[in-house]
C-alpha cells in the first residue's frame, strides 16, 4: 500500500502544484484588491460565488477528457486516445461557450441578490470580464486533462506556474495604474486574468499539437478526429454527474456565500477570507483525487479490481493524513492568514474563528474529494452524485440556515451546515468506493 500511495503521490504533485497555482491566481486577486476596500474585494467574493457554480460545471465536463483518455491509455489505444481527445476538445468548447455568455449576458443577477448595492455596482464590469474569462481557461482544462490522462502532469503544471508572474505584473499594472497604465482597479483584475488565461491556453494548444510527446496521438488525426455520437455520449455520461458532484459541493459553497452576503460586506468578506484558505488546502486534495481517479480508471482499462482496491485504500488514507495537517495548520495561523487579504479588524476578527470551522471540516473534505474521484475512475457515477445531492442540499445548506438565521448564528451557523454537509457525503462515499470495490473484485475472482 505504501508504494500505491507513492506512485499516486509522484502522479499527483504536478497536478497539485498546477492546482495550487490555479488557486494562487485567485487568492492574488483577493489580496491585491483588498488592499484597496474590504468592499472591493467583497466585490471580487461576490462574483467568484456568482460564477462558480457554471465555472465548476465546465471543469467537471472537461474531467471526462481525462477519465476516458485513461481508459483507452490502460488499453494502450493510442488511436482510441486521439479520437477522445478531438471528440471532448470539441464537447467542451460548446460547454465553455454557453456557460461564458450565460455569465456575460445575465450578469444583471447581481443586483437581485440582496447584496449591498457599492458592492454590486462594483462587481458589474469585473463578472463580465470573468465570465469571458471562462472560454479560454475551460479549453486550457480541456487540453490539461488530455495531458493528465496520459500521465503527463507535468506539462500543464508548468504552463500554470508561468501564469502566475505574468497575472501578477498585469494586475500591478491595472489595478493600481502604474508604469501609466490606467487605474482599474477591479476591473483592470479582471483584464488581467481575461489576458493571462488566454496566453496559457495558447501556449499549451501549441505545445500538444506540435511536441513530440503528443506526436503520435496528433498523427491520427486524419482518421480519429471525427465527431461521433457514441463519443459524445460516452463522454457526457462521466461528465454530466462530473459536473453536477463538483457543482453541488461548489454551489454550496457560493450560496453559503450569497447567504452570509446578505449579512453585509464585514461578512461577506470574512467569509471569502476564510473559503480561500480553505479552497487552497482543497486544490491538494482535488490534485490526489485526480491522480487517483486517473490510476484506478488505467486499472480498469486492465480490469484489475485488486489493484483499483489498493490504489483507493492507499489514496484515502493519504487523504486522512493530509487533512489532519491541514486542520492543525488553521488553527495555528488563524489570526495570520487573513491580516494577508484585508486590515479591516472586524474582518479579521470573524476570518480568524471562521477558519476555526474551516479547520473542522479538513478531513471530510480531502476524503470526500478523494472518493469521489475514485468512484469516477471506475465509472460509477450516477450513485455518488445523488448521495453528494443530499449530503450538501438536504442536510448540509438547510441545517446551515436554520442555523444562521433561526438560532441567530449568522456566518458561524452556515459554516457548521458545510461541516455537517461535507461530513455525511464522505460517509457515504468512502463506504460506496470500498462497497464497489469489494463486490466487483470477488466477481472477477468467479471468472
Same mark, same amino acid.
Given at each position: 500500500m505504501k508504494k500505491e500511495a507513492s506512485q499516486t503521490l509522484k502522479l499527483a504533485f504536478p497536478i497539485i502544484i498546477g492546482e495550487l497555482a490555479q488557486m494562487a491566481l485567485h487568492l492574488i486577486d483577493s489580496a491585491m484588491v483588498g488592499a484597496i476596500s474590504y468592499k472591493h474585494l467583497a466585490a471580487a467574493a461576490l462574483v467568484i460565488n456568482a460564477m462558480n457554480i457554471p465555472f465548476v460545471i465546465g471543469i467537471g465536463m472537461t474531467i471526462s477528457? /481525462?477519465?476516458?483518455? /485513461?481508459?483507452?491509455? #490502460?488499453?494502450?489505444?493510442?488511436?482510441?486516445?486521439?479520437?477522445?481527445?478531438?471528440?471532448g476538445f470539441i464537447l467542451c468548447t460548446l460547454t465553455a461557450l454557453v456557460i461564458s455568455f450565460t455569465l456575460v449576458f445575465g450578469k444583471n443577477i447581481l443586483y437581485h441578490l440582496g447584496q449591498d448595492?457599492?458592492?454590486?455596482?462594483?462587481?458589474?464590469?469585473?463578472?463580465?470580464?470573468?465570465?469571458? /474569462? +471562462? +472560454?479560454?481557461m475551460l479549453l486550457f482544462m480541456t487540453l490539461k486533462q488530455f495531458a493528465d490522462g496520459l500521465e503527463y502532469t507535468r506539462t500543464a503544471m508548468i504552463f500554470s506556474l508561468a501564469g502566475m508572474p505574468l497575472n501578477i505584473l498585469l494586475n500591478w499594472l491595472l489595478i493600481y495604474g502604474n508604469w501609466g497604465f490606467?487605474?482599474?482597479?477591479?476591473? #483592470?483584475? #479582471?483584464w488581467a486574468t481575461l489576458i493571462t488565461r488566454t496566453c496559457m491556453f495558447l501556449a499549451l494548444g501549441y505545445v500538444v499539437l506540435s511536441h513530440k510527446t503528443f506526436a503520435r496521438y496528433i498523427a491520427v488525426r486524419h482518421n480519429q478526429w471525427k465527431l461521433k455520437a457514441k463519443t459524445l455520449r460516452e463522454l457526457l455520461h462521466i461528465g454530466v454527474p462530473s459536473s453536477m458532484q463538483i457543482g453541488m459541493e461548489a454551489g454550496a459553497f457560493a450560496v453559503s456565500g450569497i447567504i452570509i452576503g446578505t449579512l453585509g460586506a464585514v461578512s461577506q468578506a470574512a467569509h471569502q477570507i476564510a473559503l480561500n484558505c480553505a479552497s487552497f488546502t482543497f486544490m491538494v486534495s482535488m490534485g490526489l483525487a485526480q491522480a487517483g481517479s486517473i490510476r484506478v480508471s488505467n486499472a480498469l482499462g486492465r480490469t484489475d479490481w485488486v489493484k483499483i482496491i489498493v490504489i483507493g485504500k492507499s489514496t484515502i488514507l493519504t487523504a486522512l493524513i493530509y487533512g489532519t495537517i491541514c486542520a492543525a495548520l488553521f488553527v495555528i495561523l488563524r489570526n495570520v492568514l487573513p491580516v494577508a487579504f484585508n486590515q479591516e479588524p472586524q474582518v479579521v476578527e470573524l476570518a480568524a474563528l471562521l477558519l476555526l470551522f474551516a479547520a473542522v471540516f479538513q478531513i471530510s473534505d480531502s476524503t470526500q474529494a478523494i472518493s469521489a474521484g475514485l468512484l469516477r475512475g471506475i465509472k460509477d457515477v450516477k450513485t455518488p452524485t445523488i448521495l453528494i445531492g443530499i449530503a450538501y442540499w438536504v +442536510? #448540509? +445548506?438547510?441545517?446551515?440556515?436554520?442555523?444562521a438565521f433561526n438560532?441567530?448564528?449568522?456566518?458561524?451557523?452556515?459554516?457548521?451546515g458545510l461541516i455537517l454537509g461535507l461530513t455525511v457525503a464522505s460517509g457515504f462515499l468512502i463506504t460506496r468506493f470500498l462497497k464497489m470495490g469489494k463486490r466487483n473484485t470477488l466477481r472477477s475472482a468467479r471468472g
Open positions: 477528457v /481525462s477519465q476516458m483518455v /485513461s481508459l483507452a491509455n #490502460g488499453k494502450q489505444d493510442a488511436q482510441q486516445v486521439s479520437h477522445y481527445l478531438y471528440n448595492p457599492d458592492v454590486v455596482e462594483l462587481a458589474m464590469p469585473f463578472m463580465k470580464l470573468m465570465g469571458l /474569462s +471562462i +472560454i479560454p490606467p487605474r482599474l482597479e477591479l476591473e #483592470g483584475a #479582471g +442536510i #448540509g +445548506i438547510p441545517v446551515g440556515y436554520l442555523l438560532f441567530n448564528m449568522g456566518a458561524k451557523g452556515m459554516w457548521l
